[in-house]
């Protein structure tokens, strides 16, 4: 057999598979994810490339609403603030970046980012501090916008956070480049996320944070309940359950006197959840 013939027999690579099993020209975004799983399937792309190519498609529809972390749960930085205020807050908080407002909790000047603050924590406390010197511009988004409008914004501007404007000129939240990358490759743990191998964090409140990979057995014995483990494995299999569909960040769920409240998910799967204890409703 010549060399050109065997060739024509060389393993192809993933794309070009990939492209082989695209043939059928889909003429719509559910036959495309039809054949792309079909793909997947008989082994032209991995599960993990189809997970991510899925979540790509899904982020295009998405809009910053749906994935903001709501105005009552970010930390804000008052430009009045001195900076014995403002360590302390950084610290406890663990973020990079924080959106500064005036006496107009609306009003955002800019964002002021934790590593810029480190050259004050060398200075002497007497050394004049003023904190619209440290600033970084902000970069102000409607609610409706498109996350992969948002994501190349991003990457042009170098930015790593928006703040989130209502209708109405108000602070609806912020999203952070992190959060958008999530509804693509899935969750993205830092070094403020849970210990590999927790599951369930208390907090001084007699509230939880709960990762939603924790075995149904573990949170019985945690709470001294008796949730069943037959249908899922895990709270956050069970939760879905109960909501009887995918659910979004902040919705609430009770079961049988805990409260669940989602406060990580992405298009595929949930991440996080906060319990409390209270009454069935």
């Not at 360590?87 to 002021?112: A, K, M, Q, W, Y």
Request: glycine share 6%.
């Amino acid at each position: 057999m010549s060399e050109e013939g065997s060739s024509n027999h060389s393993p192809r690579s993933w794309l070009e598979k990939l492209i082989l099993g695209l043939t059928g020209e889909p003429s719509s975004r559910t036959e495309l994810i039809e054949l792309l799983r079909s793909s997947e399937q008989r082994d032209l792309l991995d599960a993990e490339a189809l997970s991510i190519i899925e979540g790509a498609l899904v982020v295009s529809d998405m809009q910053a609403r749906e994935i903001m972390i709501p105005r009552s749960q970010v930390v804000f930085v008052r430009l009045e603030m001195n900076s014995d205020e403002i360590f302390p807050l950084v610290i406890e908080s663990g973020h990079s970046r924080f959106p500064v407002v005036t006496d107009n909790p609306d009003d955002v000047v800019g964002i002021l980012m934790a590593k810029d603050l480190l050259p004050l924590a060398m200075k002497d406390k007497k050394s004049r501090f003023n904190m619209r010197d440290l600033l970084r511009p902000c970069t102000a988004i409607p609610e409706s916008k498109r996350l992969n409008v948002l994501l190349e914004e991003f990457r042009t501007t170098r930015n790593h956070l928006a703040v989130v404007y209502d209708e109405y000129g108000g602070v609806s939240g912020i999203v952070t480049i992190e959060d958008v990358l999530e509804q693509i490759v899935g969750d993205i743990e830092d070094e403020y996320d849970f210990d590999e191998d927790d599951f369930i964090k208390h907090h001084s409140d007699d509230s939880y944070t709960i990762k939603a990979l924790t075995p149904i057995s573990d949170f019985n014995e945690q709470f001294n309940c008796k949730f069943g483990n037959e249908e899922f494995d895990t709270i956050g299999g069970m939760i879905m359950q109960h909501f009887g569909r995918m659910p979004k960040r902040d919705e609430q769920i009770h079961v049988d006197g805990f409260n669940f409240k989602v406060l990580n998910a992405d298009s595929r799967k949930i991440h996080l959840l906060q319990l409390t204890r209270g009454e069935k409703e």
